[in-house]
T-cell receptor, first 112, second 114 residues
Framework: KNQVEQSPQSLIILEGKNCTLQ??????????LRWYKQDTGRGPVSLTI?????NTKSNGRYTATLDADTKQSSLHITASQLSDSASYIC???????????FGGGTRVLVKP | NAGVTQTPKFQVLKTGQSMTLQCAQD?????MYWYRQDPGMGLRLIYY???????DKGEVPNGYNVSRLNKREFSLRLESAAPSQTSVYFC?????????????FGPGTRLTVL
C-alpha cells in the first residue's frame, strides 16, 4: 500500500529560526512530489513540486529537497515568520493514475 | 481568476438529508477532484474526473455521487447524509490528471451531520 509519512506531527519554533520537516514515502514509481501549505480553515496551497529527477526546489524561504533513492523529502523553512504558522502537507503523485497519496501533515506554530 | 470556488462554505444536515456541494474552476483545467479531510488524517480522495464526461471512484466513494456538469463544474452529492460524513470537503483541479496531480484547491466546505 502506498504511504506517505511525515514527521514531526507538530513543532513550535521561535520567529526568525529555521526548521526542517520530513516526508518519507513508499509510492513507486512516482511522477512528482509536492509540498503544500494549509492555513487553518483554508484549502492547501502548493509550495513546491519536484519530479523524480529533481533534487531541490525553492520558493522564497521554502526549500524542498528530494532523495528518490531513499524515498525521502524535506521542506526547510528559513527565517520563519508568524505567517508560516500552518500545516505542511507532503503529497506524492504516482506515475500512473490520479490517486495522489497525502501525508498526514506537520503542524507548525511560529511564536514571537 | 477566482481559481477554484466552492459553495456552500458551511452546512449542517440532519441524518438522512441530502445535499449537493458545488465546485467550479476558471483555469481551464481538465481534471477535477473531491477530497475529504478529517481531523488528524490526510486528505482522502472521494471521486475524481480526469476530463469532461468522465468520473472515477477514489479511495472513499461510498455514500457519494458526482457529476461533471461541464469542464468548469464538478458537484458532489450526498443522497442520505450520515454522521460519519461530517468532515471538511475540498474540491481541487489540475491541468492534467496523470502527471500533475491536484494543483489548485478550493477553500473547503465544512459539513456537519447531526
Amino acid at each position: 500500500k502506498n504511504q506517505v509519512e511525515q514527521s514531526p506531527q507538530s513543532l513550535i519554533i521561535l520567529e526568525g529560526k529555521n526548521c526542517t520537516l520530513q516526508c518519507n514515502y513508499t509510492v513507486s514509481p512516482f511522477s512528482n512530489l509536492r509540498w503544500y501549505k494549509q492555513d487553518t480553515g483554508r484549502g492547501p496551497v502548493s509550495l513546491t513540486i519536484m519530479t523524480f529527477s529533481e533534487n531541490t526546489k525553492s520558493n522564497g524561504r521554502y526549500t524542498a529537497t528530494l532523495d528518490a533513492d531513499t524515498k525521502q523529502s524535506s521542506l526547510h523553512i528559513t527565517a520563519s515568520q508568524l505567517s508560516d504558522s500552518a500545516s505542511y502537507i507532503c503529497v506524492v503523485t504516482p506515475a500512473a493514475g490520479n490517486k495522489l497519496t497525502f501525508g498526514g501533515g506537520t503542524r507548525v506554530l511560529v511564536k514571537p | 481568476n477566482a481559481g477554484v470556488t466552492q459553495t456552500p462554505k458551511f452546512q449542517v444536515l440532519k441524518t438522512g438529508q441530502s445535499m449537493t456541494l458545488q465546485c467550479a474552476q476558471d483555469m481551464n483545467h481538465n481534471s477535477m477532484y473531491w477530497y475529504r479531510q478529517d481531523p488528524g488524517m490526510g486528505l482522502r480522495l472521494i471521486y475524481y474526473s480526469a476530463s469532461e464526461g468522465t468520473t472515477d471512484k477514489g479511495e472513499v466513494p461510498n455514500g457519494y455521487n458526482v457529476s461533471r456538469l461541464n469542464k468548469r463544474e464538478f458537484s458532489l452529492r450526498l443522497e442520505s447524509a450520515a454522521p460519519s460524513q461530517t468532515s471538511v470537503y475540498f474540491c481541487a483541479s489540475s491541468l492534467t490528471g496523470t502527471s500533475g496531480g491536484a494543483s489548485s484547491f478550493g477553500p473547503g466546505t465544512r459539513l456537519t451531520v447531526l
